[in-house]
């Protein structure tokens, strides 16, 4: 469950509650602005659009919700692409540099009641952002738009250096859970099991994510860091260690034809 906020203030209505609130609710982060442009500019921003350009074909239909959209990043790819992108976020300062950097339009709204039409999406798209949901809360907002697929990419709490690093840097989100619990709660409102992959076993490390310093030297061949981890990650899996020691997951799901509109 969401971890308390503003008292008072559903969770559904996040845009009443004061940023300071969110933050201390791990449900949005401060950061430090000027690595974040660095990196997104950078190795990360680099490994990361590659990563999204690959996600496309998983998508259904060409109207997209971009749920928690941070900076933009997706939503730049996907509409770079042709697809019609609607990207939704609560936090002002991150809508600022989706707007400034990755130049896209993009609303300060919650994912848990968008102002989009019923019926008007097709596929929603969680990078970075769902372990910041509460899922019950989430899923009928998914059902009023007509979302018949959800992607999801975040990080893999199952890795122990993950873990780690997070304890030591005190980060936290409001709903951390891993890639099977995630499944397992849409599965039980109406949703299936499409996909489920680990990924990413040196590039988040090398590149250093959007708020450390990357690697010296290194960060500077990105292509060479996507081609090992690449390598990697097939290891990874016929050694089944995948789930365990990758920092990433990708999770696609479809709403069940008989699930309830």
């Given at each position: 469950m969401l971890k308390q906020i503003d008292p008072g203030v559903d969770p559904a209505d996040l845009l009443a509650a004061s940023r300071e609130s969110l933050v201390a609710a791990h449900?949005?982060?401060d950061f430090p602005l000027a690595r974040v442009l660095d990196n997104l500019a950078g190795c990360y921003g680099t490994l990361m659009r590659e990563t999204y350009r690959a996600m496309l074909p998983l998508l259904k239909g060409t109207r997209v919700v971009d749920c928690?959209?941070?900076?933009?990043?997706?939503?730049?790819?996907?509409?770079?692409?042709?697809?019609?992108?609607?990207?939704?976020?609560i936090d002002d300062i991150s809508l600022a540099i989706a707007r400034d950097v990755s130049r896209i339009p993009?609303?300060?709204?919650?994912?848990?009641?968008t102002s989009l039409p019923d019926g008007s999406c097709d596929t929603a798209v969680c990078c970075d952002s769902i372990?910041?949901?509460d899922i019950e809360q989430f899923v009928p907002e998914l059902r009023r738009l007509r979302v018949r697929r959800v992607v999801i990419y975040d990080s893999n709490i199952a890795n122990p250096l993950l873990n780690g690093y997070r304890a030591i840097a005190?980060?936290?989100?409001?709903?951390?859970?891993?890639?099977?619990?995630?499944?397992?709660?849409f599965c039980q409102r109406g949703f299936e099991l499409v996909a489920l992959r680990y990924e990413n076993v040196v590039s988040l490390p090398i590149s250093g994510g959007f708020q450390?310093?990357?690697v010296p030297l290194l960060h500077h061949f990105p292509g060479m860091i996507r081609r090992v981890d690449r390598l990697l990650e097939r290891t990874m899996r016929l050694?089944?260690?995948?789930?365990?020691?990758?920092?990433?997951?990708?999770?696609?799901?479809?709403?069940q034809e008989t699930a309830t509109p």
């Amino acid at each position: 469950m969401l971890k308390q906020i503003d008292p008072g203030v559903d969770p559904a209505d996040l845009l009443a509650a004061s940023r300071e609130s969110l933050v201390a609710a791990h449900i949005i982060h401060d950061f430090p602005l000027a690595r974040v442009l660095d990196n997104l500019a950078g190795c990360y921003g680099t490994l990361m659009r590659e990563t999204y350009r690959a996600m496309l074909p998983l998508l259904k239909g060409t109207r997209v919700v971009d749920c928690g959209c941070g900076f933009g990043q997706f939503s730049r790819v996907a509409i770079d692409a042709g697809l019609e992108v609607a990207s939704v976020d609560i936090d002002d300062i991150s809508l600022a540099i989706a707007r400034d950097v990755s130049r896209i339009p993009c609303r300060k709204e919650s994912v848990y009641a968008t102002s989009l039409p019923d019926g008007s999406c097709d596929t929603a798209v969680c990078c970075d952002s769902i372990q910041h949901f509460d899922i019950e809360q989430f899923v009928p907002e998914l059902r009023r738009l007509r979302v018949r697929r959800v992607v999801i990419y975040d990080s893999n709490i199952a890795n122990p250096l993950l873990n780690g690093y997070r304890a030591i840097a005190g980060h936290e989100e409001s709903n951390d859970r891993t890639a099977d619990e995630i499944v397992r709660e849409f599965c039980q409102r109406g949703f299936e099991l499409v996909a489920l992959r680990y990924e990413n076993v040196v590039s988040l490390p090398i590149s250093g994510g959007f708020q450390r310093r990357p690697v010296p030297l290194l960060h500077h061949f990105p292509g060479m860091i996507r081609r090992v981890d690449r390598l990697l990650e097939r290891t990874m899996r016929l050694l089944r260690l995948d789930r365990h020691l990758t920092y990433r997951f990708l999770i696609v799901l479809d709403r069940q034809e008989t699930a309830t509109p």
